[in-house]
T-cell receptor, first 112, second 113 residues
Framework: GDSVTQMEGPVTLSEEAFLTINCTYTATGYPSLFWYVQYPGEGLQLLLKATKADDKGSNKGFEATYRKETTSFHLEKGSVQVSDSAVYFCALWKAAGNKLTFGGGTRVLVKP | DARVTQTPRDKVTEMGQEVTMRCQPI?????VFWYRQTMMQGLELLAYFRNRAPLDDSGMPKDRFSAEMPDATLATLKIQPSEPRDSAVYFCASGSSGTSEQFFGPGTRLTVL
């Protein structure tokens, strides 16, 4: 079945550091790929998405590129802020089934 | 701005008691999802509805869990009887069929003593 694997956390960074969270997937067909973010005490929010190979999703300074050849969708941000402290989830979606498959989540803590 | 709402936000109960969690999806959305989040298991899909009909509840323990949509504005998740291992945060999400984005509610934190 489909699956998403992302790096385990926690990831602890200093403010203005570069952030990378690795995500790889296993799926048949042509899934869409997502990053969701969960701030403390809240539900998940869509951060960015990419629907086909080589698409780049971006939002709030975060970027991720859909790499079909490596089945990856790594999340990056060039300069993190304390407010980026959250749990980040990589996910895939296929129209058949209309369900999201989530990775295990990566907790990021940014220190001032 | 349209949001998914969930009640209660926090629930503490004793083992064996019935628990009902409610969700109001975003008006106009026709798909509703129930998820459970724990430290050990991460996010698990429990049930999925489209146009109020259950399409997939394979992730839900059938003996004690039930999910329904009495109408388009209300989804419920019931646990009877509750057990300590049910302690988790339960999220509801809604969306439109054929589109990928799901909008999550703030969750219900359940503690079963």
């Amino acid at each position: 079945g489909d699956s998403v694997t992302q790096m385990e956390g926690p990831v602890t960074l200093s403010e203005e550091a570069f952030l990378t969270i690795n995500c790889t997937y296993t799926a048949t067909g042509y899934p869409s790929l997502f990053w969701y973010v969960q701030y403390p005490g809240e539900g998940l929010q869509l951060l960015l998405k990419a629907t086909k190979a080589d698409d780049k999703g971006s939002n709030k300074g975060f970027e991720a590129t859909y790499r079909k050849e490596t089945t990856s969708f790594h999340l990056e941000k060039g300069s993190v802020q304390v407010s980026d402290s959250a749990v980040y989830f990589c996910a895939l979606w296929k129209a058949a089934g209309n369900k999201l498959t989530f990775g295990g989540g990566t907790r990021v803590l940014v220190k001032p | 701005d349209a949001r998914v709402t969930q009640t209660p936000r926090d629930k503490v109960t004793e083992m064996g008691q019935e628990v009902t969690m409610r969700c109001q999806p975003i008006l106009g959305h026709n798909t509703v999802f129930w998820y459970r989040q724990t430290m050990m298991q991460g996010l698990e899909l429990l049930a999925y509805f489209r146009n109020r009909a259950p399409l997939d509840d394979s992730g839900m323990p059938k003996d004690r869990f039930s999910a329904e949509m009495p109408d388009a504005t209300l989804a419920t998740l019931k646990i009877q009887p509750s057990e300590p291992r049910d302690s988790a945060v339960y999220f509801c999400a809604s969306g439109s069929s054929g589109t990928s984005e799901q909008f999550f509610g703030p969750g219900t934190r359940l503690t079963v003593l």
